[in-house]
């Protein structure tokens, strides 16, 4: 069964340092996403992407994050300046025009 | 505003009996419902869906009932086995297949031998 990729499985930063987590979504979706999960808490949207571009986006992601695709398979979440509070789960998605979203098994970012 | 939540944030089952996790919804134009469900460590794995014009849907051993009129949302687990132990969100999402999707709080289920 095709999968979304996510590395790395755990990432530890200083606070105030820039932090990319990288996703391979499903090779025939169109629509990608990263959310987010604090410890505890309950999965958070934050941004939707296609067709090269930003389609929707949350509160939460402010001008500290940005997403790319930087090639035919990656789509990257970059964290400019990382803060305490961004330590969290996240998670990369994926869907095609029939559906099929589909969530990878997350990055565990912790900043310290 | 956007809200899906959920009763309880713990459940406890016996192995073998059936499962029952509730989920409350608060926008009356929402169509279209998921339930999650995630392991340790994981992401979120589908479950079964249900959109506004139906009021059940039955998969493997799950059933999602959906009570418009109160807007309510429950997930049944028959003959709950050790492998179900997880948390569960029920979330809803817009009809698009760009739309994102709003999850609840979660229920933990946990299986007791």
């Known amino acids: 069964e095709p999968e979304v990729t996510q590395t790395p499985s755990h990432q530890v930063t200083q606070m105030g340092q820039e932090v990319i987590l990288r996703c391979v979504p499903i090779?025939?979706?169109?629509?990608f996403y990263w959310y987010r999960q604090i410890l505890g808490q309950k999965v958070e949207f934050l941004v939707s992407f296609y067709n090269n571009e930003i389609s929707e986006k949350s509160e939460i992601f402010d001008d500290q994050f940005s997403v790319e695709r930087p090639d035919g398979s990656n789509f990257t979440l970059k964290i400019r300046s990382t803060k305490l509070e961004d330590s969290a789960m996240y998670f990369c998605?994926?869907?095609?025009?029939?559906?099929?979203?589909?969530f990878g098994s997350g990055t565990r970012l912790t900043v310290v | 505003g956007e809200s899906v939540g959920l009763h309880l944030p713990t459940l406890s089952v016996q192995e073998g009996d059936n499962s029952i996790i509730n989920c409350a919804y608060s926008?009356?134009?929402?169509?279209?419902f998921i339930w999650y469900k995630q392991e340790s460590g994981k992401g979120p794995q589908f479950i079964i869906d249900i959109r506004s014009n139906m009021d059940k849907r039955q998969g493997q051993r799950v059933t999602v009932l959906l009570n418009k009129t109160v807007k309510h949302l429950s997930l049944q687990i028959a003959a709950t086995q050790p492998g179900d132990s997880a948390v569960y969100f029920c979330?809803?999402?817009?009809?698009?297949?760009?739309?994102?999707?709003?999850f609840g709080s979660g229920t933990r289920l946990s299986i007791r031998p």
């Open positions: 090779s025939n979706h169109l629509y």
């Open positions: 926008n009356s134009a929402s169509d279209y």
């Open positions: 979330a809803e999402k817009g009809y698009s297949s760009a739309s994102k999707i709003i």
């Open positions: 998605a994926s869907s095609g025009e029939q559906g099929g979203y589909t």
